[in-house]
């Protein structure tokens, strides 16, 4: 359905803002060919979040190797008021435009924090600038997703969550990439079937109280919908009277797959369904929760005892709807200048960068949960810690395979699982240590005292 | 580079929730071929909200027209243990399937509120309910993108707003259609150049960071600039030091197109900036302002004497981030049932529904503005109000051409315009009245009652 998903299939070079544009083209009309290195890294993580788990990596490389400019696109650039004047020689460069830089990122499903560059694009200039648009908004998006997933699946200790959200996304193609980052954070599938078929998702589905409605009374509803699917009906309680509807469902027997819960005080209905179900010898019939979940309920329910298997979750999960933005920023660290490598950073007060290409290193303690991390000069060395960031691009190419999603999320689970619980805690979770290296913290001081000299 | 938003592209059946197809099974299996009627509509505005911009028709329409199954997406549905013993004939439904019902819908930029119909839905069982997760995506969002739009546009007191948001939306097509809604809602245009060239939007951009720093020194990165885009050169001003910058860009004199505030205390540092400017005789170069605005700091820089002219929002605007779901809902209202029809509603506690296919009546004050509205049985006359659903697709085709773009925009402007102002203040709002007529009223009771009576 979409393009853009498709392996191979083409990526306009307009899916960008248009000052990448008019950047490059400024680049190339003042011989500026030198190649830059920008990394994409989280300022501040949002409120309540306290580690992010990475997403999306797989859509952005698909990008960089499908970006090109067909000449439909270029004639739309030609006729801007803005490119009035530009030299045609801009125009020949894009129509021969591909990727062919280095990308270093951490893989799907890493656990991450503020500060720390989750990807690195080592390019001539003017490719670096204009992927950057496409980048964040699919980096920062998986990841937003994947990262409120990894809290939701937490808070369920251990029953399954499904994400249900795709009424409420930022459109039909946030709906696909939510499903997929939602199970990277370690949701067991979507109610999404396009996402589904794309990403080989587990996909599930129960009726909507459309579909009891659309009968004279509820129990014909009920028994509709159990012919057609004898060995798979979830059957949806709370159109009319929730009690009622589940001492209905105990004619179906122990055949019944399950019974969804979708509003009302989902914990005592949970518990008094379960006895109901339970007396009719129906203790395999599962119990669904949905309805306007969040962490914060899904917890608070387990805690009061609710009865629950499963929970469908959908808006707050996959609009992020608590913190819906990840504020991940691209910025320039360094750029190869007249054979020099030149150091950058940015100095306006609150929003300052770091200079040099890096690489995250992660301690681990004793018993292999996460102690800390530090964030060097790619060329440090502090093993034994692990260094994060991997090589995966190469000449616009990729380097190997990229982990299948199954692998991604067995990553995130793992992950998830070595980073102490006090990181966890749903509310006011502890800060997990992050440094700079001496080595970066002194370059950087050097580079102040020199930027402040020679720029005022 | 979206398949879906080209006109006559074919979207995918899959493009839904497994329950619907499921549903869809169980109404064929059953034979249940009636017709029903959907609406969609909000059942609360999200907080601060007290009115909605209404958007995205254009690519809800464009789906049901364009909505099929694939043999591969069939094969993949024939695949999911969930249809294992399914008939034939349901497969065989959808390689056939078109949408074939009726829509009435408001225009896009019509002011509408909660409980409101924005459009509905009237088709065979089917097919109705097979559509909802993708007009539920649509519609929700770019409403929910276009009524911040008009917020901010206010908020702006006649100050040129443009949509900056691609790298923080939910991917790079919510950023597509983020741009469109945005436009609807009064924005004078995006940063997004595929949105620009997909939907003929004024596309502006200016120069990041990065440029500056590339450069040795600032001066340099602002000849680089200037000397490429001599007409259309605004200046990025805090990279390193705000007043200082604007020193520099005095030098480019009166041909300066603008200058850009990113950070900082924007109030002093724009009625400095201009004074410098003015100072050069640059009284036509504008001050465009950006980073991290929304609808409060832009009033608040306003009143508090701002010499801005331009205001770049980005995330607050095109995530929606302070309410970032529209809570959409699509309701079964009727069902046509031999030869009867039948009045359809929820009655659980929480989310209980209003029966029947409605229209919304919009009443005047003698000023023409916006005074109540009533939400009315179809066949009702409340005239001299004004009826703001119309129908626009019969039988699965487009009635007639849908309004451009710049006519919805207009729309919406005339539309707030004649809003008053009580209703549009930015924080606590007044509650427009919004009534259900007697008629509906006393429906909905007689149904309850023969409802309470029948179900249990």
Known sequence: MIEGSKEGARLSGLATDLYQLTMAAAYL???RHERASFELFVRRLPEQRSYLVVAGLEQALSYLRNLSFSDEEIEYLRGLQVFAGISPDFFEYLRNFQFTGEVWAMAEGTVAFAGEPLLRVTAPMTEAQIVETYLLATI???TLIATKAARIVEAARGRGVIEFGARRCHGFEAAIYAARAAYIGGCIGTS???AGKMFDLPVFGTAAHSFTMAFDN??????????TFPESTTLLLDTYDTIEAARMATQFGPALRGVRLDSGDMTALSIEVRRILDASGMQGTKIMASGDLDEFKIARM???GARIDLFGVGTELSTSRDAPALGGVYKLVEVDYNHRHDPKMKMSRDKATYPMRKQVWRHSS???TFASDTIAIEDEDHSPAEPLLKRVMSNGQLIDRLPGLNESRLRAAEQTAQLPARFKALDNPAVYPVAYSEKLEATRRALLERLAHSTV
């Open 192 to 194: 999404n079937v396009e």
């Open 140 to 142: 920062n998006f998986q």
């Open 302 to 304: 387990l805690s009061d």
């Open 29 to 31: 009309a003042n011989e």
């Open 366 to 368: 004793s018993d292999e």
């Open 218 to 227: 509820e129990m014909d509803a009920f028994r509709a919908y159990f012919r």
